[in-house]
């Protein structure tokens, strides 16, 4: 076969793997209602409390993928010289406990001559579209030496990730990557087969093209479930087996400390593989389209309207939780309130604070009043410019904004080249109400004035291209 007919089987091997994975319903409220604020983006792991990870002694080829290794971090760690090691990702990545700190301990351990620098770029209820836009505030700007991507559950958007991987070998090209598949209730089943989940399937195509080592974290836990000493979702019944989650997706601190345990098992198979001489960026599997990808902070854009302006997060009890994503937040709360940017792309977005008041943004692109269709790539979730009938209005509030503060983006895919953007407060009010599930309405019954608001806390402008003056 030849490279065009190996290129075609593969991408028709992924657009198969993507359609045949898809989450729930219930999955994916869970991962959504998951996000309750930031986390500092630097941590360290000095608490004594941080679970000690032995590798053990479990054995399975499907559990890491060595590929091309991470020859540059290993040169570091062993010449006890400082490295900074980003992790990004959702909920499970974020959280602590769910494998993220008991990595960074063990590492620290492994590695005592090495003076580690730990990031925390995980964001709850988010995968790789979000992750495309940020990681390079988050992760890259910072220089990391390693970076660790977790998004198989959310979504596995492989365009996504393909993005995220150039972008990081554009802005770096010594960066190691090392991509992380965490799986959710059902997965365990493909391991016990020996098989991959499907959404993980077309993740590591991606890998292999990129020649990135990577790890099935659910594999042992696959294992001692299928051994009936594993119950993979529920309440610790019975104290002989280990817990895995209480909802099926996110780890307990046992759960986490399985996922850490391949992890470390992954590193010592690495280390111990001969590694192979780095190779120049690869010409995309899928697209790169998402090499662009970027944010701003709307706060250096001029904005000469009055309505809108810089309110630093710290100043308010409620956006404070926010802090380490957006030290500040263009914030309107009269509707009207108009602000201007240019770009060159063909995708912009908002990635904001949600909460009981938020209200509406209207969109005129290039002067012309846009409507917004929502359509769907895979599991990526967007909205069409287009002049037909649809919704004329970008709503910030949803099904989780009852009585609590959240961040979520939202992305508008026009066609590409050179835009003016206006963006405008809606006076256009939601029913609130109705968007909330019976079981979420309690509070808006009994504090009605605190919902009937339209106000915007607007943290980053997304865009798929370039800002322009």
């Not at 990391?144 to 393909?162: H, K, T």
């Not at 959404?199 to 696959?222: R, T, W």
């Not at 256009?428 to 808006?444: C, F, N, S, T, Y």
Request: net charge positive.
């Amino acid at each position: 076969m030849n490279k065009k007919g190996v290129k075609t089987a593969l991408l028709g091997c992924l657009l198969m793997s993507a359609t045949a994975f898809s989450q729930t319903r219930p999955d994916s409220d869970k991962i959504a209602a998951s996000q309750a604020g930031a986390s500092p983006l630097y941590f360290d792991v000095s608490a004594s409390n941080i679970p000690v990870i032995e590798a053990g002694d479990f054995n399975n080829e499907l559990e890491c993928s060595v590929r091309a290794g991470l020859p540059g971090f290993f040169e570091k760690v062993n010449a006890g010289k400082k490295v900074v090691v980003a992790f990004i990702g959702g909920s499970i990545t974020q959280a602590n406990f769910g494998y993220r700190l008991q990595t960074a301990r063990y590492l620290e351990q492994t590695y005592p001559q090495a003076s580690f620098q730990w990031i925390n770029a995980g964001v709850s209820g988010t995968g790789t579209e979000l992750g495309a836009f940020r990681v390079n505030e988050q992760a890259l700007s910072h220089q990391p030496d390693l970076i660790f991507i977790e998004f198989a559950v959310n979504g596995a958007y492989a365009a996504g990730m393909e993005g995220m991987i150039r972008q990081t070998i554009k802005k770096n090209p010594n960066t190691a990557i090392c991509l992380l598949y965490t799986i959710l209730t059902g997965q365990t089943a493909f391991y016990q087969r020996n098989e991959l989940p499907p959404n993980i399937k077309g993740l590591e195509l991606i890998a292999a093209h990129y020649d990135l080592p990577a790890v099935n974290l659910g594999v042992e836990a696959a294992k001692l479930e299928a051994a009936d000493k594993l119950i993979w979702k529920g309440n610790q019944a019975d104290p002989n087996k280990i817990l895995f989650s209480d909802d099926g997706i996110h780890p307990t601190t046992a759960g986490g400390n399985l996922y850490a345990a391949a992890i470390a098992r992954a590193f010592k198979k690495i280390e111990a593989a001969k590694p192979l001489k780095k190779k120049a960026l690869s010409k995309p599997l899928i697209t790169a389209a998402w090499d662009d990808a970027t944010m701003v902070d709307p706060s250096i854009l001029p904005v000469p309207d009055k309505g809108w302006r810089v309110l630093p997060t710290d100043t308010d009890p409620n956006l404070k939780k926010f802090s380490p994503w957006f030290s500040n937040v263009l914030s309107a709360n009269k509707p009207g309130a108009t602000f201007s940017f240019r770009f060159k792309g063909d995708m912009l977005g908002v990635f904001d604070i949600g909460g009981p008041e938020v209200g509406q943004l209207e969109w005129i692109i290039d002067g012309k009043p846009v409507k917004l269709s929502k359509e769907k790539e895979g599991s990526f979730i967007y909205y069409q410019a287009k002049d037909t009938t649809a919704a004329d209005v970008l709503n910030r509030f949803n099904s989780y904004c009852n009585n609590r503060y959240r961040g979520q983006f939202d992305i508008i895919k026009v066609p590409h080249g050179d835009h003016l953007v206006k963006v405008t407060l809606s006076g256009q009010k939601a029913d609130k109400l109705m968007i909330l599930p019976e079981d979420k309405r309690a509070d808006i019954v009994q504090h009605p004035e605190k919902y009937d608001q339209t106000v915007i806390y607007l943290g980053r402008i997304l865009l798929r291209g370039i800002l322009l003056k």
